[in-house]
């Protein structure tokens, strides 16, 4: 068996007969903190719903996603269910979309935790107690009967992750699960994801804009653009020498807090519609190297001599590090 937790192969989605995956391979190993990251609508979170068979109907999916050698794709829904939330859990950056506003949190938990690990009565109260104190909700017992509302919303975002927890997962998928909290607390959901993986061993998949975030949590990650994965490295890799256009726009695009504000340079025109592709590399209208074969050639993910994976023409020359992600990998 591979060593590989999840493996993705030559995923495509379409939705309404407009492909908007095409064909992403993409592997998560066990324990492993993996980041994707690309500008909005380029396909990171429709490759995880594909992935949990949680597309709607209209969709077309094709490909396979195997969890252990267990194939997902195709599977009848009453098994993916198992699946979902069980061995794979997933929370977005909105709760509402996990936590129900009309029932006790602690019901919340305890349900979860008998759906997925059979626990009952007192032994799923417990362990629910457990796990609310694990992702830092002070009180917990006091707090066990207490509705969604009642809780602010990083308390909120700790409770989706206490329910992703209650079925002990071997994967958490994270999409954007910080986006819609201010900066601190932000800061305090990281901690918090970070510790978990620490604690459980879980590989965490971590969708996000935000390159800072995700060189904190992630050891590896995947750049996206336009139903495809262009980049992939460690973060060491990406982060000291981006070699795709697209990586590199996407670091130059990021605010300095210490510098002028003038350094920030966005990368121009837009995230190209799906139904207007063409038989180029979709980056190439955007792309300031762009070659006369990129408009009508697509380059292959290839795999390059230091380990990272590349589909790019023209690649950034090595040694073009600039001072931000040096800071950034400070950290890492
Ligand atoms: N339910 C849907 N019906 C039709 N098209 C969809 C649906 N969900 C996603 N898409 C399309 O699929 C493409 C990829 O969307 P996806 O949500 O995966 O992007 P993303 O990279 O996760 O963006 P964001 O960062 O904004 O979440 C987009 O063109 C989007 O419009």
Redesign the pocket.
């Known amino acids: 068996m591979s060593n590989h937790l999840v493996e993705i192969c030559d995923l495509k ?1 379409a ?2 007969g ?1 492909q ?2 095409h064909g992403i391979d993409l592997a998560v190993g066990r324990g492993e903190a993996l980041g ?1 990251v ?10 995880w ?1 594909a992935a949990l068979g949680l ?2 109907g ?2 077309t999916v094709s490909g396979s996603v195997r969890i252990e050698g267990q194939e997902l794709c195709g599977t009848p829904r009453q098994a993916l269910e198992n699946v979902r939330g069980g061995r794979i859990a997933m929370i977005s950056q909105d709760p509402s979309s996990s936590l129900n506003p009309v029932i006790r949190i602690g019901r919340q938990i305890t349900e979860a935790l008998t759906l997925h690990r059979g626990l009952r009565g007192e032994t799923a109260r417990a362990e629910a107690l457990r796990v609310m104190d694990m992702v830092g909700i002070p009180d917990a017992r006091r707090r066990f009967d207490l509705y969604p509302h009642e809780f602010s919303g990083g308390q909120c975002q700790r409770l989706m992750i206490a329910m992703a927890l209650a079925g002990e997962p071997d994967l958490l998928i994270a ?2 699960p910080t986006t819609a909290l201010d900066a601190t607390i932000q800061a305090q959901i990281l901690d918090l994801l970070i510790q978990l993986r620490a604690e459980t061993g879980m590989a965490t998949v971590f ?1 996000s ?1 935000d390159l800072g975030a995700v060189s904190q949590v992630c050891e590896r990650v995947c750049v ?1 653009y336009a ?1 495809r994965i262009v980049e992939q490295g460690t973060i060491a890799q990406l982060f000291s020498e981006p070699r795709h256009p697209y990586t590199r726009g996407l670091f130059d695009a990021i605010p300095r807090l210490d510098g002028p504000r003038d350094r920030l340079i966005p990368i121009p025109g837009t ?1 190209p ?2 139904k207007h592709l063409t038989a180029g590399c979709a980056f190439a209208p955007r792309c300031a190297h762009a070659a006369a074969t990129c408009d009508f050639q697509r380059p292959a993910l290839d795999l390059l001599d230091d380990g990272r994976h590349l589909a790019c023409f023209n690649p950034v020359p090595f040694a073009k590090t600039v001072p931000v992600r040096q800071k950034m990998l400070e950290g890492v």
């Open positions: 989605v939705f309404d407009v908007v995956l994707l690309g500008e909005s609508g380029c396909g990171k979170s429709v490759t719903l597309l709607p209209r969709a999409d954007e969708i804009h996206m139903g995230v519609n799906p």
